[in-house]
């Protein structure tokens, strides 16, 4: 459990792209966006928990802004401890909330035994080496539809790519990860 911890301690907090995007900026690449994360343990917030539960649960605030368009997109996620490393596992969005009304501020108790797992989301492995956590996953949220989540993360940083391929073409995503750095 203590290194579960100390991989969710790199997570938590508020972090955002700004030295990238502006780097971005200044090198005419206008698509890039500007992006921001504030991650919260929410634990506390989450009611019948089993007995000696030892998972974290975090909730992912992110949104990006490009071209004069901002997009929020929150996620539930949950952290576990297992053999390989640390499991990640995605939630779908609970009933009652969207993507502009599903963030701390507007949390309520959620029911652990109403949480869903996502059926689309392949779980993420993320493995400890040179100082550094780094893992992902690819899902096939449909038979064409292919995502892929690339991450590392350390002290000072997290980079995060993630893509979206449709009949092998990709259809969203960056040939450069977001680099957030802690705010």
């Not at 301690?9 to 890039?32: A, M, P, S, V, Y």
């Not at 640390?86 to 507007?106: C, Q, R, V």
């Not at 893992?135 to 979206?164: N, Q, Y």
Request: no cysteine.
């Amino acid at each position: 459990m203590k290194t579960l911890v100390e991989f969710v301690k790199l997570l938590e907090g508020e972090f955002d792209n700004r030295e990238q995007f502006q780097d971005k900026q200044q090198k005419k690449d206008i698509n890039f966006p500007f992006a921001q994360h504030r991650n919260t343990v929410i634990n506390a917030n989450i009611k019948h928990l089993p007995v000696a539960f030892e998972g974290i649960f975090l909730l992912e605030e992110s949104n990006y802004a490009s071209n004069g368009k901002s997009h929020a997109s929150p996620h539930l996620f949950l952290f576990e401890e297992v053999e390989e490393g640390i499991k990640l596992t995605s939630y779908e969005m609970p009933s009652g909330y969207d993507a502009s009304t599903f963030t701390y501020e507007h949390l309520s108790s959620l029911n652990y035994e109403e949480l869903k797992v996502s059926s689309k989301f392949t779980p993420a492995l993320y493995q400890y080496h040179d100082g550094v956590w780094e893992g992902g996953s690819e899902s096939m949220f449909t038979p064409v539809l292919k995502f892929t989540l690339h991450e590392t993360f350390s002290a000072d940083r997290l980079e995060v790519s993630e893509s979206m391929e449709m009949n092998g073409k990709r259809t969203f995503g960056f040939d450069d990860p977001i680099i957030y750095k802690r705010k």
